[in-house]
């Protein structure tokens, strides 16, 4: 009973989420006539597909009822580490350039497989094991940079700033992650056990599932799309520096929890997080083109936080008294 409670609550929203994006939209281009048109939109999709693309490795973690902190020092580090690999092999031409999105890549998964690992065969708690990462790898960027942002290679821009069709290859590869990531959470074991493991994760691990396992490749694909978005961050920019990403992880959760996904594990959909994402951008966007000052929109960001956790928190307890 409880679980269809959740259910509906989840699909409900979705649809609520759906309805505030549109309302947001259609307020801000009557105060400011520019907001919808379709320069103005690829922009806002350009500028929130990093943090769109990690919140949905965020959502993966989320399901499991864990958390990943460490996405904005991920994201440093993995950005500082692949520039500067395709840095020492520039004479190479575009073989360096794959080496360093490579590189960007395989860092940013082997750090959340570390994060996996620590959670399951350390049995720390994840808020304890990604906090402790988040400190590494931000470290580790310093370290790597020497204090000093490091220089883009003009071939690795083409991430952030090549268009097909005068369509950003940033929008492609947000839908294109974000299709992936719904492949594989309704079509495959890997989607169910994530969210039985979320639901109920003794009665999974009794049922025979691998918990820790799956529980490794969620972290692991978390770890991996913050690389993803270290590639569009540094090639929007033009390099890369260690202090990147600092509050990035907040952006990431926010956008998950504001899209449905429950803080308490086994309900949300990838889609939901997608708007959840887009809901941040437009309100950035909208705010910036009305002048309102920083400090002001970061209140603003906050708000909306602790109303998503407040709607999480009432839909569990609804639930539990059913």
Known sequence: MSRSILKHLAVFREFA?????????LFLNSREPGFLDLENLKDILVQVSPIAIAAAG?????LTAGIDLSVGSILALSGC???MVADMTAESGWVAVWFGIGAVLLVGGLCGVLNGLLVTKLSLTPFIATLGLMSIARGLAYVLSDNSPVQVLAGMRFVARYRFLDIPLPIFLLFGTYILCWVLLRFTLFGRYLYAIGGNELATRLSGVRVGTFKVLAYTLSGLLAG???????GRLGWMAPQEGEGFELDVIAAVVIGGTSLYGGEGSIWGTLLGALIMGVVRNGLNLMGVDYNLQKIVIGCIILCAVTVDVFARRVSLKS
């Not at 965020?58 to 989320?62: A, H, K, L, N, S």
């Open 17 to 25: 989420a759906v309805g505030v994006l549109v309302l947001m939209c």
């Open 58 to 62: 965020m959502t993966f973690v989320i």
């Open 81 to 83: 580490a692949g520039v």
């Open 228 to 234: 993803l978005s270290a590639l569009i961050v540094a």
